[in-house]
């Protein structure tokens, strides 16, 4: 054989046992650790990472425990350590079902029972864990080899230093956050090589056996946890009401006087019978007619043309509202807030919340006023509440104020939808004149993640689907002193 041949014989020995010898990727694949122990690292650190948008921290959370689970599902025949690991993961994967369906409700545990909540979950996965790094060192004593560090010890202390970094005055410090954040990174690579150090020892598990494939197990959890909070929310932002056939309203005589007096028409006939005694004896009535929009690309204006206004987008939807101020002896003024829905529907649970001035206000009711089947109804306005409310606006910054605050919904159908809202303000002596403002938001879609309840929605003061009407009263005797001496 020529030196010539000898080369080209060489090259094709070498090529060929390049094709024959396995890639490092098949290696990989052959060592039966890799996978379990690879879903256990990722649900480590995806279950220690929080990330603030795109619904990230609730969807990483939810991946993480189904990633353990299934790392722990294959070990769970390789000793009690990884049974117990195993129960545990269990354990997570139906709490964190059961928390993503309570947090579209107003039922998700708050203050010291939601931190006793989390405490219990730190301590979960510290014993897991442990549990996990028990069964692995019974693993090496089988195999008979010393393991190369301890990652899962640094882990477990890494929790507990979170613990009491959480509950340190150096918990909101991003400068201790940054080491916490570089040993993270250290321990959880370290856990990554777990599975080639088991692999090298030549100890080979015996996978438990399943019925369900972790692809469709995987599915099968994420469409539970998707059915969850779509369902909640629809139980929760779809409020039935306790409607009932509206009567033959009564006391035309009083509505009268009340629409002579100003009050518009349309609103002194949605009124009850029972608001309609209250009124009664009134002294002055003040009424403000706005239109309030709500477009995706545009804020509220007054005015608007009956037809669709030209310029803004085929979602836009808008209703009617009316602020009219009823002046009643003993120094008291009535404030109803009336809307009505033109072009759009409320369907999802849209809140109002109510602000006046510093004077004291008695919540005398609020109504939802709709037709379904030829039929009128009318129901009690849900969620309605006056208290004290904290707000925080950018502007105003923190705020704590009476606040009447409630939910504006309708059953699927219903037409004309429409309601009020009418509480009293005891007026001091020297208050002649103030103001008050109705905020609303509008719900497009049901869900909600994660639930807010009225009094959250309409913090604030506009937005796509937040708009305000804010007007200004005055009593009588202000007004006919102003018309004799001129303005102030």
């Not at 129901?379 to 502007?395: G, R, S, Y």
Request: charged share 20%.
């Amino acid at each position: 054989m020529t030196g010539r041949e000898q080369e080209e014989f060489d090259r094709y020995l070498e090529q060929e046992l390049g094709e024959a010898l396995p890639r490092e990727s098949a290696v990989g694949e052959v060592n039966p650790w890799d996978t379990p122990i690879r879903y256990i690292v990722w649900g480590v650190i995806l279950t220690h990472i929080g990330l603030e948008f795109l619904y990230l921290q609730y969807l990483m959370p939810m991946i993480g425990v189904l990633l353990s689970y299934l790392g722990f599902r294959s070990l769970r025949r390789c000793g009690a350590g990884f049974r117990a690991a195993w129960a545990l993961a269990l354990a997570e994967l139906v709490w964190q079902a059961v928390y993503l369906g309570l947090l579209v409700t107003p039922h998700l545990p708050e203050g010291s029972c939601a931190v006793a909540l989390g405490l219990v979950h730190t301590a979960a996965g510290i014993v897991q864990l442990c549990a996990l790094r028990a069964g692995l060192r019974r693993v090496y004593e089988q195999a008979g080899v010393a393991p190369e560090g301890d990652p899962l010890r640094s882990a477990v202390v890494w929790q507990l230093m979170c613990v009491a970094l959480a509950l340190s005055p150096l918990s909101h410090s991003w400068l201790a956050g940054i080491p916490m954040l570089v040993a993270f990174v250290v321990i959880v690579k370290a856990m990554f090589r777990i599975s080639d150090g088991l692999g090298d020892a030549g100890y080979c598990l015996t996978a438990a056996p399943v019925q369900v494939s972790g692809k469709r197990f995987g599915w099968c959890y994420v469409a539970l946890c998707a059915a969850l909070v779509v369902g909640g929310s629809l139980w929760v932002n779809h409020p039935r009401l306790d409607a009932q056939p509206r009567p033959t309203p009564e006391m035309a005589a009083e509505r009268q006087a009340l629409a002579a007096l100003g009050m518009p028409e349309n609103v002194a006939a949605d009124l009850s019978d029972e608001h309609v005694a209250v009124l009664e004896g009134a002294l002055y009535v003040e009424s403000v007619q706005e239109q309030m929009l709500f477009d995706p690309g545009e804020g509220r204006v007054s005015n608007m043309p009956e037809n669709y206004p030209e310029g803004y987008s085929e979602s836009a939807e808008w209703m009617d509202v009316s602020a009219v101020y009823i002046e009643l002896p003993g120094n008291r003024m009535a404030v109803l807030n009336h809307f009505a829905w033109r072009r759009g529907a409320a369907w999802w649970g849209d809140a109002l919340a109510l602000l006046w001035q510093d004077e004291p206000a008695e919540l005398i009711g609020g109504v939802l006023l709709y037709e379904k089947d030829g039929q009128s109804y009318t129901a009690a306005m849900p969620n309605l509440k006056n208290e004290m409310v904290t707000t925080t606006d950018w502007v105003f910054g923190v705020q704590t104020a009476p606040r009447i605050t409630g939910t504006v919904s309708y059953p699927f159908g219903a037409q004309a939808q429409r309601g009020y809202t009418l509480y009293i303000i005891e007026l001091e002596g020297s208050n002649v004149f103030g103001g008050a403002n109705l905020i609303y938001c509008h719900r497009r879609q049901p869900v909600s993640l994660p639930y807010r309840a009225p009094e959250e929605l309409t913090q604030g003061w506009s937005g796509k689907n937040l708009q305000n009407s804010y007007t200004n009263y005055a009593t009588r005797e202000y007004r006919e002193w102003e018309k004799n001496d001129g303005a102030l």
